[in-house]
């Protein structure tokens, strides 16, 4: 005796079956099926994987423009402090500025007056690039060195030319 294949097109119980769920016609095929389910998780990983690396930078580009805010509020509070008192302060806990960068870190500043030439930083041409004072960020990665062409200085955020530029040491010059 020959088997015959069940036929998929009706239910056991004769009713039409629908084609792509192999579900009773009527039953209200619920339900997605494995390549579907695949397909929607493919679509929504794909947009994530081109959004996120835009918030990221989103993310950076702001916590620098918050360092540079913040940098040229102190700038100014140093400036407003000599023209008051005739000189800078030796610290910024004199002007009541103990915050910290958008990294947690706080906000380098060396009074000329009272440092060492060696302690100054300096441009590419190793030169000190103010006059007056020191202030800078020391960035995303925590590190600095005093001449502003090493690489781990190319993140800071810097008060240069004596507040005619501040922004990343990367853009500067």
């Known amino acids: 005796m020959q088997r015959r294949s069940p036929n998929r097109l009706f239910s056991p119980d004769g009713r039409k079956r629908c084609q792509r769920h192999l579900c009773?016609?009527?039953e209200g095929c619920r339900g997605f099926t494995l390549v579907e389910l695949m397909i929607s998780c493919a679509i929504i990983l794909?947009?994530?994987g081109m959004a996120i690396?835009?918030?990221l930078s989103a993310?950076?580009?702001a916590k620098n423009a918050r360092a540079v805010g913040d940098i040229r509020a102190i700038g100014d509070d140093l400036n407003?402090?000599?023209a008051t008192n005739n000189q800078f302060p030796q610290f910024l806990a004199d002007i009541n500025?103990?915050?910290n960068d958008p990294w947690g870190?706080?906000?380098k500043y060396l009074n000329f007056a009272y440092a060492k030439p060696s302690q100054m930083r300096k441009n590419r041409f190793l030169f000190p690039f103010n006059t007056w004072f020191d202030l800078y960020s020391m960035g995303a990665d925590g590190k600095t060195q005093l001449g502003l062409t090493a690489p781990e200085s190319q993140d800071d955020i810097v008060w240069a030319n004596d507040g005619d530029y501040?922004?990343?040491v990367e853009d500067y010059e």
Do not use: E, K, M, R
């Open 166 to 168: 501040v922004g990343l």
């Open 97 to 99: 500025d103990n915050y």
């Open 53 to 55: 690396p835009s918030a």
């Open 80 to 82: 407003a402090y000599n």
């Open 46 to 48: 794909t947009i994530f």
């Open 24 to 26: 009773a016609v009527g």
């Open 105 to 107: 870190n706080p906000y």
């Open 59 to 61: 993310i950076t580009a």
